[in-house]
């Protein structure tokens, strides 16, 4: 299910403007699509992190964009682990 | 069931300052976010997340400690993070594979073992689907085709072999989902349940049918059509038939692994007219043989 921004914002209960800023940080990256940006679950979830980092833990935007980050790079890093383990086991049933 | 006090780390004459600033502490550590891996870290940040929440409230604090409440009341609902929608991300928005690019760019065992897994997991074959398929009896033997409704609402005519039995699976290679990259796609694996035959029951190679004869049939023999899995045959019902006698028709059973085919076994039951015959009784009124001869005789005690 994909969301226009309006949809997005009614969606997570989120200020256009707010929405946005964390747009211009790369903070939220919708999908490009042809009719525009498009925003999924993912998305939402990502807001609520981003709120729950700022209002929940008192983290200022410069740690948010820090910690978006290193978050982001751990995601990279357990899909390449990932990667790993389900070829081991490709290569096993082989 | 530890207090909410405790849950935070506080002492129940704490500020509202320090209970925030307690919780704080512990969120940044506990965020199921912060510790995509942990999966008991959910069960954590709620429940740090739960006393809170009730100890922020002033008007719920004041009713917990007055003993009206309990620390159930502030139960947290059921939430899905980030982490959870990262892990299966197809597209890769976020995911950033810059923190381990060295290991890749550089040459080495490791770099290439994980470059090679990169490549296999972006081309993996897709994943096996599982139909079930219920076929009659008479289609197991013969073979034929069978419609099958796929997940997706399209229909696949499945070529059934001759000779399945119930359970059996067949594998139709590529009907399963897409595969990823230039990977192949995976298999549906279709298991075939055969339905239950009002004439036919299998036996092995085998197939065998009760087929009921008259009394005449019995005692003078005859011929008689007999339905088979491939249609009707003549069956010569020898003189002096009996229940139970069974006739085997060569040939006419399941296919055979490696060729050849079962036979279909007869077994006869000899049938009285349903109404009573006079003539018959009076037949056998007089019918000195028979009052003479005891089925019985040697089989029972």
């Known amino acids: 299910m994909s969301m226009d921004k309006r949809q997005f914002v009614a969606r997570c209960n989120l200020e256009v403007h707010t929405l946005e800023v964390w747009l211009e940080q790369h903070w939220i990256v919708p999908e490009d699509t042809a009719a525009g940006p498009a925003f999924a679950e993912i998305d939402a979830a990502r807001v609520q992190l981003i709120r729950d980092l700022r209002e929940e833990m008192g983290v200022n935007d410069a740690g948010v964009d820090v910690i978006l980050h290193l978050v982001d790079q751990l995601h990279g890093l357990r899909r390449a682990l990932a990667a790993v383990q389900d070829s081991e086991r490709e290569s096993e049933r082989r | 069931m530890p207090t909410p006090y405790e849950v935070l780390g506080v002492a129940r004459t704490a500020s509202a300052a320090e209970i925030r600033s307690a919780y704080r502490k512990l969120a940044r550590k506990l965020h199921p976010d912060l510790n995509p891996g942990d999966k008991g870290a959910e069960e954590k940040f709620k429940e740090v997340a739960s006393a809170y929440h009730l100890l922020n409230d ?204 079962g036979d279909e076994l007869v077994t006869l039951k000899v049938v009285l007219p349903s109404a009573p015959d006079p003539e018959l009784e009076k037949f056998v009124a007089g019918w000195s043989g028979g009052k003479a001869f005891n089925p019985r005789e040697g089989r029972h005690a």
């Open chain 2, 58 to 261: 002033p008007e719920q604090r004041r009713r917990f400690d007055a003993g009206e409440i309990d620390a159930s009341g502030a139960e947290q609902a059921q939430r899905r993070y980030y982490r959870d929608y990262a892990a299966s991300e197809p597209d890769g928005r976020y995911a950033d594979a810059s923190s381990f690019s060295d290991f890749t760019a550089e040459d080495g065992e490791f770099a290439e073992w994980l470059r090679r897994a990169q490549h296999a997991h972006a081309n993996r074959r897709g994943a096996d689907v599982s139909y079930r398929l219920s076929i009659d009896f008479v289609l197991s033997i013969t073979g034929g085709t069978q419609r099958l409704t796929l997940a997706d609402g399209s229909t696949l005519d499945v070529k059934i072999p001759p000779g399945l039995v119930d359970g059996q699976a067949i594998r139709l290679k590529g009907k399963g989902q897409p595969g990823h990259g230039t990977g192949a796609p995976g298999d549906a694996l279709i298991r075939i349940e055969v339905l239950p035959d009002e004439r036919f029951t299998r036996d092995g190679d085998d197939v065998r049918l009760e087929l009921a004869i008259s009394l005449v049939e019995a005692v003078q023999g005859g011929r008689a059509r007999v339905p088979t899995p491939t249609g009707e045959v003549e069956l010569s019902i020898p003189k002096g038939s009996n229940t139970g006698t069974t006739l085997r028709l060569k040939g006419k059973g399941a296919p055979v692994r490696g060729g050849g085919r």
